[in-house]
């Protein structure tokens, strides 16, 4: 059960290790600027591999999982599928329900576990292989696969080397866990932290903040929904930026200076490069050819009235 990209490598990994009786993921969704309908990334996977299909707008009643049923399941892996799963499902396989989550848990529980992780400078980050229950990422932990969090990392690099690291502990540990080889842990409930949804607003840079924490939250936010600021009341897109070590904090937060051939913001502690943007209507562009044809640029005070 699984309907982004992310969870693409752990089908693949249990079509390699396992008999996959089914694959369960969300309905097509309406999508791009014709808002034609698109399938989800483990639908077309699914479909590639000729697997049966079931894609249930709720599972909320237990008649809605009957297709699921009719599989005689014995286990079900559940990666970042979008949808709460009640007792009835559950508790319909004879092994329950395994989740693959991107985080070390109890630490960050929750829908954005890769966005929360960079936002809060954590070191390291990881995947948890645990047996799901009714509560929100509760569940009894059987393995944890822990990575280093590189001082540039973005949630899309972060994501694409959780997703591999999931599919490989299904690969290595899927059958241990099975066969009860390997004990499932409770957690520790005292040690957890929420990771919310990523909302499209979260991509606001507050100028006001240190360097430090504005360029997480720029990493965090790549590719969606993106960090973004304004300039002339208009939308601009952070799409690379670079801490420097020039002292900007008795300077205005959020005023535009000119260090070289590039633009440094202010900020409450030292300044951030701006290596590539994007003005709202307009193409991506190097910051230092965006400067030529746009030399007001220097001296405006960028802000968040979005």
């Excluded at 299904?170 to 957890?192: H, M, P, W």
């Amino acid at each position: 059960m699984g309907t982004p990209e992310f969870a693409v490598p752990c089908l693949e990994a249990l079509i390699e290790t396992q008999k996959v009786v089914g694959v369960v993921t969300q309905p097509d969704r309406p999508a791009g600027r014709g808002r034609q309908l698109r399938p989800s990334p483990v639908k077309i996977a699914a479909l590639e591999a000729k697997l049966p299909i079931f894609q249930p707008e709720s599972l909320k009643k237990e008649i809605d999982s009957a297709q699921i049923r009719a599989w005689e399941p014995e286990l079900i892996v559940v990666v970042a599928f979008g949808q709460i799963l009640r007792p009835h499902v559950l508790d319909l396989p004879q092994h329950g329900c395994l989740n693959v989550h991107a985080s070390i848990l109890p630490r960050w529980r929750g829908a954005s576990p890769i966005q929360h992780a960079i936002l809060s400078g954590d070191a390291e980050t990881g995947v948890t292989l645990m047996k799901m229950d009714v509560g929100l990422d509760t569940g009894p932990m059987y393995v944890k696969a822990t990575i280093p969090v590189e001082g540039d990392e973005t949630a899309a690099s972060l994501h694409d080397k959780l997703a591999d690291l999931g599919a490989e502990l299904l690969r290595t540990k899927l059958d241990d866990i099975v066969n009860g080889r390997i004990a499932a842990e409770f957690q520790n409930d005292e040690l957890s932290t929420y990771a919310p949804l990523i909302k499209k607003s979260d991509g606001e840079v507050d100028w006001t903040q240190s360097c430090e924490q504005i360029d997480r939250r720029i990493r965090a936010m790549t590719p969606w929904p993106s960090a973004k600021t304004s300039w002339k009341k208009k939308p601009l897109k952070i799409i690379d930026a670079k801490p420097t070590t020039i002292d900007t904090s008795q300077k205005q937060a959020g005023l535009v200076i000119n260090v070289g051939e590039t633009a440094v913001v202010c900020t409450s502690t030292t300044g951030l490069q701006l290596n590539e943007i994007q003005l709202s209507g307009k193409k991506a562009m190097k910051t230092n050819d965006f400067l030529r044809g746009h030399s007001d640029f220097i001296g405006a005070t960028l802000g968040t009235n979005l």
